[in-house]
Nanobody, 115 residues
């Protein structure tokens, strides 16, 4: 059973930065893509950023230029560097990984942007 464990969330002031980590229990080479989603209270879960096995990345329009997704294959870990954080970035952030026939999710990590 593949496990994804997120870390790095917390409370940060507007304009601040956080780096989220997602550690996989298996080699991330096996995944077609890995990504970060978020869900704010009362809202649907949305895709924030994803990175494909070949290195291509996609971002939600509202985070372009502020967030960067990256991967460290040797550590089986995907990162989300979040800069210039805004209150509207407040949400639970989830890591996910896609195989051809399966999708895996982490347990989520809370990010709160508030003064």
């Amino acid at each position: 059973q593949v496990q994804l464990v997120e870390s790095g969330g917390g409370l940060v002031q507007p304009g601040g930065a956080l780096r989220l980590s997602c550690a996989a229990s298996t080699s991330i080479f096996s995944f077609y893509s890995m990504g970060w989603h978020r869900q704010a209270p009362g809202k649907q879960r949305e895709l924030v950023a994803r990175i494909f096995s070949g290195g291509t990345t996609n971002y939600l329009d509202s985070v372009k230029g502020r967030f960067t997704i990256s991967r460290d294959n040797a550590k089986n870990t995907v990162y989300l560097q979040m800069n210039s954080l805004k209150p509207e970035d407040t949400a639970v952030y989830y890591c996910n990984a896609l195989e051809t026939l399966r999708t895996y999710w982490g347990q989520g990590t809370q990010v709160t942007v508030s003064s």
